[in-house]
């Protein structure tokens, strides 16, 4: 399973790529606006950090302007997806984007008809928002689960691209139902790098190692 970053911030996104777990990028309109600066710029930069997906979502809201604006944010890098909410005009707009070659991240998805349909007009990834749902006491990765049974039955080339991470274990039973991909917070990835355990089983081997050494010295 893929790991992207959920992120507008170049600080988290330059932090995480070393690492080499990083696949690829989301943002929205509202993790961009917490950053300063124009966000196409911002846009290019990741591109060039993550050299891999990053999606770009179009804030247009009638399918002609969301094609225009899927077009100019697709020229910005190669790497660049377009990121269309779902809604009837998203669905338009998504079928003449992707007809037209471009990939589409249809986002907002909260129901696996959503998704069904968002894969029948050509997505390239279908991103339904786990966490969102969790927050009004629905089953978030019950939906998945939905979502990966119904593509497994069908030829589509459309990925399931996890949203709205809330923490790790959305990541571990993510990558355990199939998703292809899963985009999480910068927080959740380094939450799910520590474990106390490894801690302080590196502590006592250092220690004992030390304690090794001195006595070979003495
Ligand atoms: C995904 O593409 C969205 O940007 C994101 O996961 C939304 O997450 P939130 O529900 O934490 O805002």
Known sequence: MKIFVDSGS???????????????????????AKETGDPRAI????????????????VATDAAGMIAEGRELA?????????????REGLRATH?????GFRV???????AAQALFAAKVGAAYVSPFV??????ATDGMGLIRQIVDIFRHSDF?????????????H????????????????????????????????EKFLKDWERAQAAHKA
């Open 157 to 169: 080339a459309t990925e399931v691209l996890v949203a709205s991470v809330r923490g790790p274990m």
């Open 43 to 58: 846009v290019r930069q990741i591109c060039r950090l993550v050299q891999g997906p990053v999606s770009a979502e179009v």
């Open 131 to 136: 966490g969102r749902l969790d927050d009004i």
């Open 10 to 32: 170049l600080r988290e996104i330059e932090t995480l790529v070393p690492l080499g777990i990083i696949d690829g990028v989301t943002t929205n309109p509202s993790l961009l």
């Open 75 to 87: 020229a910005i890098d190669e790497h660049v997806v377009v990121k269309v909410p779902f809604t």
């Open 171 to 202: 990541i571990v039973e993510a990558a355990r139902m199939g998703a292809h991909v899963c985009t999480c917070p910068a927080s959740v990835i380094e939450g799910a790098l520590k474990h106390p355990l490894t801690d302080i089983g590196l």
């Open 105 to 111: 991240n249809v986002t907002l998805i909260f129901s």
């Open 96 to 100: 003449a984007l992707a007809n037209e």
